[in-house]
Every structure is written in C-alpha cells, then in structure tokens.
Nanobody, 116 residues
Framework: QVQLVESGGGLVQPGGSLRLSCEAS????????MNWYHQAPGKERELVAT????????NYADSVKGRFTISRDNAKNTVYLQMNSLKPEDTAVYLC?????????WGQGTQVTVSS
C-alpha cells in the first residue's frame, strides 16, 4: 500500500533552517508529482510547494517563495523541503502528499515549531 513517511521537523529559532524528508513506498515514485502542505492549529491545510515527477518544475506558495526549496531524489524515493529563514508563522504540521491512482495520499506529518 501507499506509504508516505515524513521526518526532520523540530524546534528552531526564527531565522533558522530545517530540512524535511518524505520517504515514499508502495508506488512508482518517479512517475508522480509530489506536494508539501502545512497545517497550523485552527487553520486549514495549505499547499506549500509542488514538484513534478522528474523534478524539472516546482511551484511555491507566495508565503514561502525565496525561502523554501522542494527537491526530490527518485533513486531514494524521497522528496525534500529545505526551509530557510524560518518565521514564527511557519509553525505548523508539515505533510507530504501525492495523488496516487486517483486517491490523495498523506503522510502522518512532522511538526515544525519556530520560536525563540
């Protein structure tokens, strides 16, 4: 079955950096675009970044442009989110997502907390 497992979250000071990873299994990873979402307490889930199956094209939410970078390693079945210049408003659960065989698949999420 499809599995997405995120890691790399934690507590970081404003201005700091984190690198999130999402390891995928149960499908042919290299064929599918991948997404990162975040969900802050009391707020709706929001799309943060997307990457095409080959990694040749990426898109970002306006709130993270210039600070976050999505990438993937198809040999390792893993998608990454490099987060730099973190702000308190980036605090959220970050979730990996893909539309696989018509179903939206999610990981369990990893908590990112930006606080001094």
């Amino acid at each position: 079955q499809v599995q997405l497992v995120e890691s790399g979250g934690g507590l970081v000071q404003p201005g700091g950096s984190l690198r999130l990873s999402c390891e995928a299994s149960g499908f042919t990873f290299s064929r599918y675009p991948m997404n990162w979402y975040h969900q802050a307490p009391g707020k709706e889930r929001e799309l943060v970044a997307t990457i095409t199956s080959t990694g040749g094209s990426t898109n970002y939410a306006d709130s993270v442009k210039g600070r976050f970078t999505i990438s993937r390693d198809n040999a390792k079945n893993t998608v990454y989110l490099q987060m730099n210049s973190l702000k308190p408003e980036d605090t959220a659960v970050y979730l990996c997502n893909a539309m696989i065989r018509g179903l939206s698949s999610w990981g369990q999420g990893t908590q990112v907390t930006v606080s001094s």
